[in-house]
């Protein structure tokens, strides 16, 4: 369900990110765009925080925390 | 992205925001700013500070406050060469940094019974002391009397205690008198002292000439703080200085001084002023002209009077610094990211009426998102900024916080957390604990237990054992 809203948006590669169903438009950094775009592959939440984790060597706790975070973004932006 | 493939790309917290008016630039795009940097506190690295002494932590820098100090004595001096310069304790009364005033030449201004005697135990003599505020205890009165204090005058009362102690001591008081006045600035400071328009002042100043245990020297003016206008301190000097004459025409004593005060601004952003402390604040020259230039052209003809001032803020503020970090991280419900310090209100008692500049210990980038800033109190009060624009933080980033140097060590609160450490980088670059982190011991040191209330861990533990049989 989150992957076929996600991939409803329309992102550019400077992060910038319109959303067609409600107009609104939104600025991504570049860590966002990355998580952005393995849930819009279809990667489960956990998935995405093992890639975050290993791309940036940050522990795995932080990145399932700010995944889980980022998620909870989406929602409050009324975009997942 | 490949969970094999190592990475030395920075992290940066995921952040999405909402682009709305006012994060557009003219182009279109989101705004892009930077909140600024800084590495180094008086060229001693932030990190190897926090590491050393621990966060939150203050810090002041030797050099600046005394080319501050410098600075602003030689534009004084320079214009009116009878100037002798007092250090405004209650604006910050560390030792450390009051040692630094008065190697440079300060003489001391303090308000109190126990600033008077921080004074002392500095070792500085009381003929060096100038004694003010609106309560002076007996026994500090009879020292200051002893000692040969400059005691300034706030109230009718206060003439009456000074004859009466100085009788008792068969003594003379040196005495100035404290004159407040409208100079044209909202609020007029009416409590101190005795008004200049009503005739009060003369009255008492009629008073005090006639008292045989009183030596009348001079007044005294302090209009405000952060004082933007310049031209309230013509008006001052112009008022003080026709009173000066007055006194002496109408009563026969001779007067040798004017104290002007202090009041003069910092380069802080005081909330609710729109302009940038840059343009805001005037420059220290033009103070110091407004002020001489009145005093010279009020005693053309006749020997000028030594000038005193009372400065502290303007002194001290840009020569402190705050160092905090990011303890946790959190989102508001409505989107906004907040972030808890290890510094609060608790700390920054001037955060009420000024908005310091916050930097970064590094680079996190111009994705700017809005942010609160809470303390580490549990009290939902202790905000620290509402509306900062700042990149997506780890825990564990700091934060430095300027100006900070006026009255924040003076008026910070023993409340919920221990204070921190205040050092003070020398010129050297030698990093002094000139204050230690405050401690179980310090806090409760002047807490009594009555010894029927004293209960050991056994007593709990028994009283427990007790409650379960």
Redesign the interface.
């Known amino acids: 369900m989150l992957q076929n809203r996600l991939q409803q948006l329309a992102t550019n590669d400077?992060?910038?990110?319109f959303d067609p169903r409600t107009g609104?438009?939104?600025?991504?950094?570049?860590?966002?765009q990355?998580?952005l775009?393995?849930l819009k592959r279809g990667r489960s939440e956990s998935e995405a925080a093992?890639?975050?984790a290993?791309?940036?060597?940050?522990s795995i706790h932080?990145a399932e925390a700010?995944?889980q975070?980022?998620i909870?973004?989406?929602k409050?932006?009324g975009?997942a | 992205?490949?969970?094999?493939?190592?990475?030395?790309?920075?992290?940066?917290?995921?952040?999405?925001?909402?682009?709305g008016g006012p994060?557009y630039a003219k182009h279109g795009?989101?705004s892009k700013n930077s909140v600024p940097v800084r590495t180094e506190i008086g060229r001693v690295p932030v990190a190897q500070l926090a590491a050393e002494f621990g966060s939150p932590l203050f810090v002041f820098v030797e050099d600046t406050i005394r080319a501050n100090f410098r600075s602003y004595a030689n534009v004084f001096k320079r214009l009116y060469p009878k100037t002798v310069f007092g250090w405004s304790y209650k604006t910050n009364y560390l030792k450390a940094v009051c040692a630094i005033f008065h190697e440079e030449g300060a003489i001391a201004e303090v308000v109190s019974d126990f600033e008077y005697e921080k004074a002392r135990a500095l070792g500085l003599p009381g003929d060096q002391i100038i004694f003010n505020g609106p309560y002076k205890p007996k026994n500090a009165l009879q020292r200051a009397i002893k000692e040969k204090a400059l005691i300034h005058i706030d109230s009718i009362d206060e003439i009456f205690e000074i004859e009466n102690i100085a009788n008792s001591l068969d003594l003379e008081a040196r005495v100035g008198l404290r004159v407040n006045m409208n100079t044209g600035v909202y609020p007029q400071w009416s409590r101190f002292g005795l008004n200049f328009e009503t005739g009060q002042a003369l009255a008492a100043a009629k008073q005090l000439a006639r008292s045989k245990a009183i030596k009348f020297e001079g007044l005294h003016c302090h209009i405000g703080t952060f004082m933007l206008s310049v031209e309230a301190y013509t008006i001052a000097a112009e008022k003080i200085a026709s009173l000066f004459l007055e006194i002496e025409r109408e009563t026969g004593i001779t007067l040798n001084y004017i104290d002007m005060g202090g009041g003069f601004p910092s380069k802080n952003h005081l909330k609710g002023v729109y302009q940038a402390p840059e343009v805001a604040v005037p420059s220290i020259s033009e103070y110091a002209s407004a002020i001489t230039d009145t005093l010279k052209a009020t005693f053309s003809d006749r020997e000028l009077p030594t000038l005193i001032l009372e400065a502290g803020r303007h002194l001290i503020d840009e020569a402190g610094f705050l160092i905090t970090s990011v303890v946790s991280r959190k989102?508001l419900?409505?989107?906004r990211r907040a972030y808890v310090l290890d510094a609060g209100v608790n700390l920054l008692y001037t955060s009420t009426w000024y908005r310091p500049t916050f930097e970064l210990d590094g680079d996190e980038?111009s994705?700017l998102e809005p942010a609160v800033l809470f303390g580490p109190l549990c009290m939902n009060i202790d905000v620290v900024d509402s509306h900062l624009m700042l990149?997506?933080l780890?825990v564990g980033k700091r934060l430095i916080l300027s100006p900070v140097g006026a009255y924040n060590v003076t008026q910070w609160m023993q409340f919920i957390q221990y204070s921190p450490a205040v050092v003070l980088v020398r010129k050297t670059g030698v990093v002094d604990v000139i204050r230690e982190r405050e401690n179980l011991a310090a806090v409760e040191g002047l807490e009594r237990l009555p010894a029927d209330l004293n209960q050991t861990e056994k007593s709990f533990q028994a009283q427990k054992i007790r409650k379960a049989s």
């Open positions: 400077d992060g910038f990110c609104e438009t939104y600025q991504l950094n570049e860590t966002a990355v998580l775009m393995e093992t890639l975050l290993a791309d940036f060597g940050i932080e700010d995944t975070e980022f909870q973004l989406l409050m932006n975009i | 992205m490949s969970p094999s493939k190592k990475s030395v790309k920075k992290y940066t917290k995921p952040s999405i925001l909402k682009l994060l795009a989101a989102l419900p409505d989107a980038g994705f990149p997506p780890r």
